[in-house]
Nanobody
């Protein structure tokens, strides 16, 4: 059984930083791409960033140069370092594990396991 446990959210002021963590059990991170998505109230869940051994890292334009995704094969974990946070980054953040062999890391349907999410709130 695959499980993703997410942590690290919280309340931060504009310009602040947070680091999200996601630990995956039941599936090797080295064989499956991992991604971060977010969902604000009343909005669709949107792609944020993803990492894959074969495809590298991919970012949404809205977070590029502010967020950094990284992974640790030994811990089977993925991280999202978020800097220069803005109020529009406020959302619940979800990590997800992609199906084997996925080629489009931005597509939500490529991910078949999801974490429980962690809330990030950026105050102005």
């Amino acid at each position: 059984q695959v499980q993703l446990v997410t942590s690290g959210g919280g309340l931060v002021q504009t310009g602040g930083s947070l680091r999200l963590s996601c630990v995956c059990s039941g599936r090797a991170f080295s064989n499956h791409a991992m991604g971060w998505f977010r969902q604000a109230p009343g909005k669709e869940r949107e792609f944020v960033a993803a990492i894959s051994g074969s495809l590298g890292t991919v970012y949404a334009d809205s977070v590029k140069d502010r967020f950094t995704i990284s992974g640790d094969n030994a811990k089977n974990a993925v991280y999202l370092a978020m800097n220069n946070l803005k109020p529009e980054d406020t959302a619940k953040y979800y990590c997800a594990s992609a199906r084997w062999g996925t080629s489009n890391l931005r597509r939500r349907s490529e991910y078949d396991y999801w974490g429980q999410g962690t809330q990030v709130t950026v105050s102005s």
